[in-house]
């Protein structure tokens, strides 16, 4: 992985050189990780003309289970800021001074304002550019290993909630399923959950980020989940929608059918090249001509990886094309108030026709069960 974590860090030093700085300090852990293979706490990276090196605010390793940086990193510990004195992001900005730098690049939309504010007084004569989202643009694209580590996190998510729907239901309160689904995916391989777990019952069914109450499931409600697991940092998302206890009602039919026949589209408008807004367009259209285009979700997805929540948006003013091997999420949802509703959420990756087209990765059945 070596080579890998070197090329990310090759191909955003071109970047930097296109737009005339020779080096760049990365701040945000998401990218820190992406590029050196672990993100310490309050660690830093800075690309320098010829040597890449890690800032960190505390030794390596103090948990045995924590990821190691790339070998071929440089790595610095700064003495003290264990005990809170020193800034990463402003020593680091200090040796590039001191290994010639005449600008740096940072990432702006990360720093805080103080943090910005000190890196200026400690190297004045440094002039500051802004890296911008470079280095998210260079995330948008997974290598199949990459790949891997969503297949397993949704392996692992599909696992987590098929057993739990094998259980007794009715009576238990939403956020005793959610911690019981979160407690599944650490037993089943997961570093932990990707998002705090949504359940829903009732009225509460199909609401986008609900947060779990304690009400209780009851015979003939909608139960809505949406849970995601982490593997090896990458995050997956899987959302589906059940009926407790009884056969389904007939506008609980009718309003999954629609749900679905949403999501279906979303999937189907997945290939290369597509704009994001017609991915977005083709699954809100469905609910919009039956009636449902007021109170409809900004996006239609988003894309996953090291975040749950990463570019692109699949979003009705969103700008930008997809590429193969982008891995998102489709998912379209209704809520009437009072009754509740249906979310049917899962992750693909984008492949071309020739591939089989999209693929799925959350692969737990969307028939509408009674359970």
């Not at 009732?202 to 982490?230: I, K, Q, Y």
């Not at 379209?332 to 799925?360: F, K, N």
């Amino acid at each position: 992985m070596s080579e890998v974590y070197a090329a990310r860090r090759e191909r955003l030093r071109e970047r930097c050189a296109a737009s005339g700085s020779a080096t760049a300090l990365v701040s945000r852990p998401a990218n820190v990780r992406y590029l050196a293979g672990a993100a310490p706490r309050g660690a830093v990276l800075l690309l320098g003309r010829g040597t890449d090196l890690m800032v960190c605010a505390g030794p390596l390793g103090a948990h045995p289970d924590d990821d190691r940086p790339d070998e071929a990193l440089r790595i610095q510990t700064l003495p003290g800021a264990a005990d809170g004195r020193g800034d990463p992001a402003v020593a680091a900005a200090d040796l590039a001074v001191a290994d010639g730098a005449e600008s740096l690049a940072v990432e702006e939309h990360h720093l805080t304002v103080a943090r910005h504010r000190a890196i200026r007084s400690v190297t004045p004569r440094l002039r500051l550019t802004d890296l911008g989202g470079a280095v998210e643009q260079l995330r948008v694209i997974k290598d199949e290993e990459e790949i891997s580590c969503l297949r397993i996190g949704a392996e692992i998510a599909d696992q987590a909630l098929s057993e739990l729907l094998e259980s007794i239901l009715v009576g238990r309160t939403e956020r005793h399923l959610a911690l019981e689904l979160e407690r599944r995916l650490v037993d089943h391989g997961a570093d932990g959950p990707a998002f705090a777990t949504s359940v829903g019952t009732g009225p509460n069914s199909g609401r986008r980020g609900h947060r779990p109450t304690d009400r209780r499931v009851e015979e003939g409600d909608f139960l809505s989940v949406c849970l995601g697991a982490t593997y090896r940092g990458y995050r997956c998302e899987i959302g589906r929608t059940f009926v407790i206890g009884t056969s389904p009602a007939d506008w609980q039919i009718e309003l999954y059918d629609l749900v679905f026949a949403a999501q279906r589209a979303g999937r189907e408008a997945l290939i290369p090249g597509a704009e994001y807004r017609d991915v977005d367009r083709a699954a809100r259209q469905v609910l919009d001509s039956a009636g449902y285009g007021h109170g409809l979700s900004p996006l239609t997805g988003h894309g996953v990886g090291l975040e749950i929540d990463e570019d692109p948006q699949l979003a009705p003013a969103a700008m930008g094309k997809l590429d193969t091997c982008v891995p998102v999420t489709v998912e379209p949802g209704v809520h009437l108030p009072g009754r509740g509703g249906v979310r049917i959420d899962d992750t693909l990756v984008v492949r071309p026709e020739a591939d089989g087209g999209p693929e799925l990765l959350t692969i737990t059945t969307k028939e509408l069960l009674a359970l």
